[in-house]
């Protein structure tokens, strides 16, 4: 009777596995501070002589305040202190924290402090996002307007209007629809705006001495009676540094060149392996890296390409 045998081969096979890391470059300008407190400074934003590119807007020139601990950044702007937050290179946004236009009164006829907000960005990198951000009035019997320019297509206001008889018509959590506070959309290229009241506070003014109107990110308000009550109660409880606004920022003063057209002397994407695109909230264009690459298209060399790390996996067949 003949017998099978049964032959068993070992088959060595090699597999390997490419794994893609980004190396990190600089993101600051060589010799230049790459952070202001706990805050990330990327250029073209700076800190310091010649740490930014100023020739392209003067305000990318940030200053770092060190009387806070630890120090925050904020914008260059006599008028006012604008803390910055966060920048994104590759999302072109920046945080900021804005004031709260504000007005209280003591009396049916007497204000005792107001406070108004408004902003002309038309010489600055910076946009207020309009998909990020929204308008949002806090008060009873109140018309909330914001009022601007929005670049070449000319003044533009919108608002809303807060209802309420009393502290007990609203509820904590509510939706800003009209009851204790509400809300509206901002347009794309507002490159100047200012927020207003129109006030009915009459019948109000004895429980709800104060009114506010902010903008905004989308997410960060939410409404509770108590911010109705007491002088300043909103600002000092939850916006003593200010609200959170998102900016959208681009290099404004040109586009991204045609194909096949040279670059302009001022063009800003000068990283090999990095490129241009056109940005919504116009006008202007950012800067990335090309696919595979990560760090700052900003700098030169800035872009750089990943480290391959391979894998090595033996698998036995039988």
Known sequence: MAHAQLLVFLVPMAFFLKL???????????GCPDKCGDVAIPYPFGIGENCSAINLNSYFNLMCNGTFHPPRPQIREPEAHIEVTGISLERGEMRVLSPVNHICFTSNTTS????????????TPFLPSPSRNRFTVIGCNTLGLITGYRGASGQYVTGCYSYCEGINSTSDGAPCAGMGCCEASIPANLTAFAVTFDLNHSKVWTFNPCFYSVVSEVGWYNFKKQDLVGHLGFIKDRAQNGVPIVAD???RNGSCPEKGEKEPS???CVSANSYCTAVINSPGYLC??????????????????SAITQIYLNFVTY
């Not at 893609?20 to 060589?30: I, S």
């Not at 005792?112 to 010489?123: A, H, I, P, R």
Request: charged share 15%.
């Open 20 to 30: 893609a890391t980004p190396v990190d470059g600089a993101m600051a300008m060589p």
């Open 112 to 123: 005792t402090k107001s406070s108004g907000v408004g902003y002309d960005l038309s010489k």
């Open 266 to 268: 001022s063009y800003a």
């Open 249 to 251: 920022w681009a290099i």
């Open 288 to 305: 990335n890296c090309s696919e595979g690459y990560g760090g700052n298209p900003y700098l030169s060399d800035g872009c750089q390409g």
